[in-house]
């Protein structure tokens, strides 16, 4: 056993010594305090706690107190006209606060249905007043109100059932009983409440307009199901050119929706033509456009002849669940075809097409990137595995958001968050005109892989005046900033609260918009089935027996980020584009030079630890510490006289390591770090060509002194190629005779090592090239060695070039 003791002493050693100061470097202090992570220690769920687990319904937010008022309907109200009619609306005042209901013309038994919630914490006064009013054009006319005195008003905490609505007889205001009965309910309860997502808050009490309402309120969307249509063509039969004297160059274009691709030209240039060459598109679910083929003509640079066309409804597509190859079909091509709606005259050919069409499920469709992605399931929902767990968020609250416009007058921020993971999109209401809204919203996931990313971002409404439904034009809402917390990163059954910086890179640097306060809780169902998925690849099958290439796997994702945003900019209340790219990271693809140097400084950093390796060596063979470097003779011996404890010794050093940075393990999650990405020291020319359109809009004197840098840095990274190509030509030369006095040399020394080592056993020679790597100082000298000289002195292809 004296080569574990030996191993423990250089353990010891060198963490004192070396990992220490890499510890302390790894886990140095954020450049910017007002940048890190905060833990905090908010009163979830009302203070109801069993161990680590919190057991009440909304356990992972504070419990927020709400007036609830259900006005159901009305009858037998009094008639204010000749007509014997009136225009009745409900009134609900409590304070300064005051909400209406929509109003009913003529009609003596409305129904309204409609539920208002007014926050405690801003109730100054004790009694609610319900009011039924007679809408009219100079003043409207009071009908009768039912008074409640708030410290009668019962209180109900789900899974109750809801409070049973009652009639109440009309007062006026010296409380006689009046002609017309109201219809309501009324309670205590909080945000667990069914009837919160739909009802009017007294904090949007300035908010008016249906389509205003509607944009605050929260809500929950699905991404539309996503397919690779795949579609292989493969010939074409008895086409029919208009100009029969000369060949034709004949393409396939291929359309669905604003997807179009194209084959290359047949180099069967006949009536006969072949491809054999795949094109693939992005479909959602539900199919609304059809497949459009045309098989056109080459005439000249610019101009194209139809030879003929077909439309293929996706729905009657076949769907490909592995790799197995799905039949070919002839297509019949006709000049006319019905498109859009539009029946126009069809003139069939007997012109066919040959192709195989599959809709492919065994793939995931990428909308994200796979670095930072939270869902990796194939299409194909018969291909899913089981969940492992389940993903719960609080989101509670934000503070010192920036302002981010200004209305009469003053700044103000109307806040909303929206959480992605999976197919589901959550959004929280809109707190109006607070810089420390509070939400207390919480929202369930279902986990399927553990190694996926939760994204949370922050934004402010700009839509409170209604309009721009589909979230195209018009206003855009403003991105306040976003968090990434990766699962496999937390500890399951441990509630995480912190609040997170918000972070937005601007032209003008990095800029701190306000912190978000969340808790997070990762649950697992079955740990074994956990740890199984670390075995499993990342994506599915399909993705590594058929694999995409690089460009279509940029171009598909594109597609697929296009047709979500543009789905979910369609649902009521929209989920607008600008905000759907900005949780689906969009742009990250773009050239920038802050990425750039981060990108390098993240190779440098993931090389450090070799580097530090290295030198550490380099301190034993030099002997700077006499001990270390005896230790490392000594175990160096045992290991050549045993060598059957070479891999033994390093996975059980492996294991030593692992433990002992277990201290130093990381108690919170990961979020935005400015000094990884560059972003505390950017310089500003660099900031604004990150943010500079494509193609460029900035003045040709700025594109010209961009230019030149990047040519700058594109001669040095052209200048270490070209280095790493000479070491590798001359590795080459060692056999290639191109030297005949070199290669002649190592062909003898070649043959004398051969003899040598078959003569030697290998243990002597591993011992002596050991000792001789080790030696003292005084035996070294400082010029380079024979090998390193003879190889320096190897030809390469430098010469050649022009």
């Not at 978000?516 to 074994?528: D, K, N």
Request: with cysteine.
């Amino acid at each position: 056993m004296c080569w574990f003791f030996v191993l423990y002493c250089l353990q010891l050693y060198f963490f004192k010594v070396t990992s220490c100061d890499e510890i302390q470097m790894m886990h140095r202090p954020p450049p910017h305090d007002d940048f890190s992570l905060k833990e905090t220690k908010p009163h979830l769920g009302g203070g109801k706690v069993t161990g680590d687990k919190l057991t009440s319904t909304y356990d992972l937010v504070e419990q927020m107190q709400y007036l609830y008022v259900r006005v159901v309907k009305a009858r037998d109200l009094p008639a204010k006209d000749v007509t014997g009619s009136c225009d009745p609306y409900a009134e609900v005042r409590l304070g300064n606060y005051k909400g209406t209901t929509r109003h009913f013309e003529k009609k003596s038994n409305p129904e309204w249905n409609q539920v208002f919630a007014f926050s405690r914490e801003r109730i100054q006064a004790t009694m609610l007043e319900v009011t039924v009013k007679d809408k009219d054009f100079v003043k409207d006319d009071f009908m009768g109100w039912v008074l409640f005195d708030l410290t009668e008003v019962p209180k109900r905490v789900p899974p109750d059932s809801p409070l049973a609505p009652q009639w109440y007889r009309l007062e006026d205001r010296k409380s006689n009983k009046l002609k017309g009965e109201l219809m309501l309910a009324v309670w205590w309860g909080t945000q667990a409440d069914e009837a919160f997502p739909e009802a009017w808050h007294s904090d949007a009490a300035s908010v008016g307009g249906a389509d205003a309402l509607a944009n605050i309120r929260s809500k929950v969307y699905l991404s539309p199901k996503l397919w690779y249509l795949r579609v292989n063509v493969i010939e074409a039969q008895d086409l029919i050119p208009s100009d029969r004297t000369r060949f034709p160059e004949v393409f396939v274009k291929a359309a669905l929706g604003h997807q179009v691709l194209r084959t290359r030209i047949s180099m069967s240039k006949s009536i006969n033509p072949m491809w054999n060459e795949d094109l693939m598109f992005v479909a959602a679910e539900p199919f609304e456009e059809h497949l459009v083929l045309s098989v056109e003509d080459r005439l000249a640079p610019n101009k194209d002849e139809i030879l003929g066309m077909c439309a293929i409804p996706l729905q009657y597509v076949d769907r490909r669940l592995d790799h197995k190859a799905i039949n070919t079909r002839w297509f019949n091509l006709e000049k006319h075809v019905i498109i859009d709606g539009e029946k126009k005259k069809e003139v069939k050919f007997a012109s066919r097409l040959h192709m195989r069409i599959c809709l492919e499920g065994g793939y995931h469709v990428l909308d994200e990137s796979t670095h930072y992605s939270s869902d990796l399931r194939p299409t194909a929902k018969q291909l899913w595995k089981n969940s492992i767990g389940v993903l719960e968020v609080g989101v509670l609250s934000a503070q010192g958001l920036s302002p981010m416009k200004t209305k009469d007058g003053r700044a103000t921020t109307d806040a909303y968050c929206v959480a992605k993971y999976g197919t589901k999109w959550v959004r929280t209401r809109t707190i109006i005109d607070s810089f420390t809204p509070k939400w207390n919203e919480q929202y369930t996931w279902e986990v399927f892989d553990p190694c996926t990313v939760i994204t949370i971002g922050v934004f402010d409404n700009c839509h409170l005046q209604g309009g721009d439904k589909g979230g195209g034009g018009g206003a855009r809402d403003s991105r306040i900033g976003k968090v990434r917390i990766r699962l496999s990163t937390l500890e399951t059954d441990r509630v995480y609260t912190h609040s997170y910086p918000l972070l937005v890179l601007h032209p003008s640097g990095v800029k701190k918009m306000g912190e978000i306060h969340l808790a997070v809780r990762f649950t697992c169902s079955s740990l074994l089935n956990m740890m199984h998925m670390y075995s499993q690849p990342l994506l599915p099958k399909m993705h590594y027996i058929h694999p995409l290439t690089v460009s279509q796997l940029d171009s598909l994702r594109h597609q697929a980020t296009q047709i979500v945003s543009m789905r979910l900019s369609r649902a009521e209340p929209p989920l607008r584009k600008e905000v759907v790219e900005y949780m689906l990271d969009v742009g990250s693809h773009m050239w920038s030079m802050r990425r750039s140097k981060a990108n390098f400084f993240r190779i440098m950093g993931v090389l450090g630890g070799l580097i530090a390796v290295g030198k550490w060596f380099d301190q034993i063979c030099n002997w700077k510490n006499p001990i270390t470097t005896v230790l490392i003779h000594i175990l160096f011996l045992i290991l050549v006289l045993y060598p059957e404890l070479i891999l033994p010794t390093i996975f059980l050093y492996l294991f030593l390591i692992g433990v002992w940075y277990y201290r130093w393990r990381p108690k919170n999650p990961s979020h935005m770090d400015t000094r990884l990405s560059c972003a505390d020291n950017a310089h500003p020319d660099e900031l604004d060509e990150e943010f500079d359109t494509f193609p460029t809009s900035r003045p040709a004197d700025i594109i010209r002194m961009r230019y030149d840098r990047l040519r700058s840095i594109s001669g040095r990274i052209q200048t270490v190629v070209g280095d790493l190509a000479t070491q590798g030509e001359r590795l080459q030369s060692l056999l290639s005779w191109r030297d005949p006095r070199a290669t002649a040399l190592f062909v003898i020394f070649c043959l004398i090592a051969a003899i040598v080592l078959y003569v030697t056993p290998f243990q002597v020679v591993a011992l002596l090239t050991g000792f001789y790597v080790l030696r003292h100082p005084r035996f070294r000298q400082k010029l380079p060695s024979v090998p390193l000289n003879f190889f320096r002195r190897l030809p390469a292809r430098t010469d050649c070039m022009l």
